[in-house]
């Protein structure tokens, strides 16, 4: 059985390497090894359906590195709250793109989607096996997809005037301005995700093209492989409401109040995500702590029904497991063994064995 969070001794006492050079441009082509193209695994699913604890056992047991997808661990200081890999984690499995910015600036899709190519092109470059790991389905799909991502960067005073429309005529206001300039854009965010429809009304409005009409894609040069973590919706909201209660007794109060006496307003986008506004909402005397983990808890409820909107459980794409089931966890590191095997990243790291020996 894979359980929320594995606590392994220390096997590989790897420091996680930093992805400070330039990354290869958007639309790539990273260089290909063979005649097929390289194999990718993309772990996705939603909240606390352990994929973490699977992801740790395919990385050590198919010689794997963790690349993450999740858009809150990218901040640093911000550790408890995004439930980001312990230092154990990291010391059995090397894992990228992790604390990589600091909570008040900003990581573009694109700069994380040419992050994260990096990369997997380091990882595959030694011989070994990338997993894409994470519930942030806009960063999985810009990846796996091939987004070309429009270029344009962030305009802050047009972001004011947008968030202000927002506050003043409602977030369904905003979306309707959307629907009216690109309505292709507008069906596919949800009106309650302001941040979203001020991107994307951002992009229009200082490009004069739709949004929707910018966003393209050419699939990189990887077989990716998909596997959905997933579990019964009631064992999920359980898992959920114990992870919380996990943060809480861990010290995610204390981790946001340093946060905020670091001078992180709490107006930052950072700071708005899941438990970080909660905790806040109760430390600056607007709730009591009991409330601002009930809201954390229906917050992260939520959350979970946007991620089964990235990742359907009808995708024939993605191959859907409980990690509780022995059996097909079984037999799906059974089907990976083949699939990097086909994709020569074994020989290629049969190769590099016998070079270190």
Not at 159 to 178: K, Q
Not at 261 to 275: K, R, S
Request: aromatic share 4%; net charge neutral; proline share 7%.
């Amino acid at each position: 059985m894979i359980g929320a969070k594995t606590n392994l001794p220390s096997a590989i006492g790897h420091q996680p390497s930093a992805i400070g050079h330039q990354p290869s441009a958007i639309g790539h082509q990273p260089s290909a090894i063979g005649h097929q193209p390289s194999a990718i695994i993309a772990i996705v699913g939603p909240t606390a359906a352990g994929k973490t604890a699977l992801s740790l056992v395919l990385a050590q047991v198919l010689d794997g590195e963790i690349v993450s997808a999740d858009s809150r661990q990218i901040y640093r200081g911000m550790d408890i709250g995004t439930a980001k890999a312990t230092p154990e984690e990291r010391a059995l499995v090397p894992h990228h793109l992790l604390d990589i910015v600091d909570p008040d600036q900003v990581l573009t899709l694109a700069e994380y989607q040419r992050l994260a190519y990096a990369a997997i092109d380091d990882i595959l470059a030694r011989g070994r096996l990338p997993l894409l790991v994470g519930g942030t389905g806009q960063y999985v799909h810009a990846v796996i997809e091939g987004w070309r991502i429009p270029e344009v960067p962030p305009q802050p005073d047009l972001r004011a005037a947008l968030e202000a429309e927002a506050a003043a005529h409602g977030a369904e206001a905003l979306h309707a301005r959307l629907a009216a300039l690109d309505p292709v854009a507008a069906a596919r965010i949800d009106p309650r995700n302001v941040r979203r429809v001020i991107r994307a009304l951002e992009v229009c409005l200082a490009t004069g093209r739709p949004i929707s009409e910018l966003q393209t894609k050419s699939p990189p040069p990887y077989r990716v492989v998909q596997i959905g973590v997933t579990r019964p919706r009631p064992e999920l909201y359980a898992r959920i409401d114990a992870r919380v209660d996990r943060m809480i007794a861990a010290g995610l109060v204390d981790e946001v109040r340093r946060l905020a006496d670091a001078g992180y307003g709490w107006d930052l986008p950072a700071m708005t995500g899941l438990g970080y506004r909660q905790i806040g909402q109760y430390l600056r005397g607007e709730v009591t702590l009991d409330e601002a983990i009930a809201l954390i808890k229906r917050g992260t409820r939520r959350f979970v029904q946007q991620q089964y909107n990235w990742f359907r459980l009808n995708d024939p794409a993605i191959r859907w497991v409980n990690p509780d089931e022995a059996d097909a966890i079984e037999a799906l590191i059974s089907m990976l063994s083949r699939n990097c095997s086909a994709s020569g990243i074994l020989h290629r790291r049969e190769r590099r064995d016998r070079r270190e020996e």
